[in-house]
């Protein structure tokens, strides 16, 4: 019998994917939930929601409630009030168009986080990275000119709102790297769920819909799903660098289009097809590439 010892670097990896998967549920979610609520009302669900499998990680890894204790709390309040503005961005694009179009766009953040790891972190961008997002961007573009082609009532504000959240996401994910140095991912999580909660809830005298059982139902999906993949979304970042990663978010858009053909019977056209084709081939060049130390 031979032992399989697996690296940080993969163990980051394969977290990443995990988290492309929620985090791609979360956003099916939250395109069911916009046809009924507003988004101050989703991102209030969504975050508080978010809070059980947080704390329930938390206490299995018996960091509860010692681990609410923080080195840099000014660093999370900023951290956690850019990052509840790039959701609701999210949100916003999601209300108005499909899930796949919207992932497109949101996946423009690992994009724009290389050269701020680059930057702000000093980490390499070799050829089969910068190859990778290259290859995972052209998929993202003929991703965007099927959202395009679909022009109609709202279209236009959910293309600002999604450029809006990769541009304040590809921030949040450098802010993240850094914090990890001193913060835990479950730490960072859980204030996170918090502020944006808090953000939520204040747009109550703005008017919340009655909920329906249907609703709630995709409401309650989109918190569990983003609270674990937050989760580990930061536990990958913890252990692998930010460029490296980047190429696996693209995966999510294969799973985006899957849900918009099967939940919301929307077809994706041949450039989707294409474009998630490129994606996967950009996830796949990098899982090769030998772990830098």
Known sequence: MFAITVSEFHKGIGLR???AFLMTVMS????????????GQIIFWRSALALVPIVVYMAWLGDFPQGLRSKRPGLH????LLGAFSMAMSFLSLAYLPVANAQALAYLAPVLSLPLAALMLGEKLTRAIVLAVGLGFAGVIALLWDALGLA????????????????TMGFVRVH?????????????????A??????GAASLPFGWAPLSGGTM???ILAGLAGGIGHIAANEATARAPVSALAPFDFTG???ALGFDVVIFAAVPGPLGLLGALAITCAAVLVSFRPARP
């Open 17 to 19: 994917l995990l988290a």
């Open 28 to 39: 099916a979610a939250v395109h069911g939930a916009a046809q009924h609520a507003p988004v």
């Open 77 to 80: 309040i900023t951290r956690s």
């Open 152 to 167: 109609g009532d709202g279209t236009l504000i959910g293309i600002g709102a999604g450029l809006a959240y990769a541009l």
């Open 176 to 192: 993240t790297k850094r914090m990890t140095v001193t913060e835990s991912s479950t730490t960072i999580a859980f204030y996170f």
């Open 194 to 199: 918090v502020v944006s909660a808090a953000v």
């Open 217 to 219: 139902g995709w409401l």
């Open 253 to 255: 858009l294969v799973w």
